[in-house]
């Protein structure tokens, strides 16, 4: 099983509701957690899960992935995402089952590689309440069964990221779009590959939107 750190909920009571945090390529667990400090107050009665990738980053052991990019092509990112997110599948039942909560309450927040496998959760996780998905990109599965709902979605990313270029966020609404998958969208004017403050602060009305209904 995944491992990583977590910080419960700020009311100090039971788990409600669940946020699953992914971070992106060569990071950690830890790093994307500072997320939920800016959005604890907010979501009080929210446990936040900062898993680690099931790989250790190929570049150096400094950090984790969720899959190999030695290629950014659609192609090779789709079959790396067939690998991991069996293991982030995995990992989500047990912490659900462990919390007695369903997919209902819970959501995903995803960065960079990180918003990729979190996005393709929506194929494996039925009735999955939403995600965040931030400069990252949306990589379909050629086949899939058609569901009867999909999550919310939230597509944030900067205008001027040289990682994972602006035009992979645009032909991502497309994508969804003609899968029938309403997307919220947020562009971070002359922002690189990062999350800033605007980012952060549209993040947390989404969420708290989506799980204090």
């Known amino acids: ?24 390529y060569g990071s950690n667990g830890q790093d994307l957690l500072s997320l939920a400090h800016y959005w604890a107050d907010l979501l009080p009665e929210v446990e936040f899960l900062a898993p680690n990738g099931p790989e250790v980053w190929e570049t150096e052991a400094s950090g984790y992935q969720w899959f190999s990019l030695k290629e950014f092509t659609p192609a090779y990112i789709r079959k790396g995402l067939k ?74 990313h900067g205008d001027a990221d040289p990682v994972v270029p602006y035009e992979v966020f645009l032909e991502s609404q497309r994508k969804l ?15 690189g590959h990062s999350i800033n403050e605007e980012g952060i602060k549209a ?11």
């Open 83 to 156: 690998v991991a997110h069996l293991h982030l599948q995995t990992y989500l039942q047990e912490v659900m089952a462990e919390r007695h909560l369903t997919p209902k309450d819970l959501a995903l927040v995803g960065f960079s590689q990180g918003g990729m496998i979190a996005l393709d959760m929506m194929f494996v996780i039925k009735e999955l309440r939403g995600l965040i998905c931030y400069s990252g990109g949306f990589f379909p599965p050629s086949t899939f069964s058609q569901l009867e709902s999909y999550p919310e979605v939230f597509l944030v």
């Open 177 to 191: 779009k003609k899968m029938g998958i309403h997307s919220q969208t947020l562009t971070c004017s002359h922002l």
């Open 203 to 213: 993040g947390g009305k989404f969420l708290a939107k989506l799980l204090l209904q």
């Open 1 to 24: 099983m995944l491992e990583g750190p977590r910080l419960l909920p700020r009311s100090r009571g039971k788990t409600k509701k669940l946020v699953v945090l992914c971070h992106g």
